[in-house]
């Protein structure tokens, strides 16, 4: 079976070093924030070129301290999209306010023009650009446009480790970055964690403080704050992995180009390729009438694939609301039937990503 994704991959990639550091953390008697979490955080702002980092939970609590930093909350209005992981989302159901969904370009980002109408429309306290899938979405326009309605942007760097917009990383653009350590990221752990990265010293000093419980000092709560750290163990294991990520970027970018260079006869829509950004490829994303049909075909010949995601955000259950939909999601709508993510991850051999390419073109001719 070729896996779409395969942390244990990942893990065994690099097990020596990661079984030495768990030993050394459970030998150090000391779990929570520790010396680990703040070695992590100082290479991890040095890696994307911010002032402050913070070692946080997981990725939807990142985006959670990095809005109620900046004052979100209840009755407030956030713009962001649809076509995102859900978490984008509960982040900003869990501070009390409410999203307002824009579209996304067919390189499944943030549709500049929709943001500037909807900021035109409502008073929106923030913008939450999402880099799905590691495309970077256009920050000098969302910025620019942001500025001049003076609101702070927020971005979604999930799925983004170590992705380049003009030559910058992304989460160096707005007031806060948002990253994801869960397992199948480009950067991930063995188990749960995140990391809110900013230049901005007032966001990280309130961030700092909701991290846990509202201490400014400790048992004295300045502020009503949560619990969000992250463990001394993932945070070891993630300092290992980001000596690895640009390594393993630059692997995911090899099986990507293997994939535009060997799926060209097709029939399928590929991953947009900017000249301006740099592409990690956490996921590799095509777009056909027959996703259904190749997906089962697929699964027949033992190839994994994934569906990210089958319903947008404004169709599900819980965010079901014609409020937070004031303009047209069209390609939002269209492309959740049609997009399927093939097999990417670093491990990938050159002989399953031919496999793969064969069997899509033996499928779709
Ligand atoms: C785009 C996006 N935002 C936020 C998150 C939330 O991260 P976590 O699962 O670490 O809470 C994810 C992870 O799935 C994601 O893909």
């Known amino acids: 079976m070729i896996l779409q994704c395969n942390p244990k991959a990942s893990y065994f990639a690099h097990k020596k070093e990661i079984d030495e550091v768990v030993s050394r953390v459970l030998d150090s008697g000391w779990y929570i924030l520790g010396d680990e979490c703040f070695a992590f955080e100082r290479e991890f702002s040095q890696f994307n ?32 999209v649809s076509h995102t992981a859900v978490a984008t989302v509960s982040a900003i159901s869990r501070v009390g306010a409410e999203p307002v969904f824009v579209d996304i370009l067919d390189d499944y980002t943030l549709d ?7 900021l035109k429309q409502i008073k929106a306290k923030v913008v939450i650009a999402v880099h799905l899938y590691g495309q970077p979405a256009d920050m000098d ?57 900013t230049s901005n010293k007032e966001v990280y000093e309130a961030a700092k403080i909701i991290r846990q419980y509202g201490w400014k000092e400790r048992y004295i709560s300045e502020v009503q704050g949560i619990n969000s750290r992250l463990d001394e163990l993932q945070a070891a294991i993630l300092r290992i992995k ?33 000249s301006i950004t740099e592409h990690v490829f956490h996921q590799f994303v095509v777009r056909t009438q027959n996703r259904d049909y190749l997906q089962s075909h697929l699964s027949d010949k033992q190839i994994g694939t994934a569906v990210h995601y089958p319903k947008p955000v404004h169709q599900q259950p819980a965010y079901k609301n014609p409020k937070f939909c004031p303009l047209p999601l069209t390609n939002t ?15 990938l051999s050159d ?9 899509v073109n033996s499928i779709l001719s």
């Open 49 to 80: 070129q911010n002032d402050f980092a913070l070692g946080v939970a997981s990725g939807t609590d990142a985006l959670e301290l990095a809005l109620r930093a900046i004052g979100v909350g209840g009755g407030d209005q956030v713009i962001t």
């Open 333 to 347: 709508e269209r492309f959740c039937s049609q997009i399927l993510s093939l097999p990417m991850y670093p491990e």
């Open 112 to 118: 500049p023009e929709q943001l500037e109408m909807a």
């Open 141 to 197: 326009l969302i910025m620019a446009i942001a500025e001049q309605f003076d609101v702070p942007v927020i971005e979604d760097c999930a799925q983004s480790h170590g992705a380049l917009f003009n030559g910058k990383k992304v989460g160096s653009f707005g007031i806060a970055g948002c990253f994801s350590f869960y397992p199948t990221k480009n950067l991930g752990a063995i188990g749960d964690g995140g990391m809110l990265v």
């Open 351 to 359: 002989n399953e990503v031919a496999k793969v390419c064969n069997a």
């Open 242 to 274: 980001l000596k690895y990520l640009q390594q393993s970027n630059q692997q995911r970018q090899k099986i990507a180009q293997f994939y535009f260079d060997n799926l060209s006869d097709t029939h399928l829509f590929f991953p947009a390729k900017r």
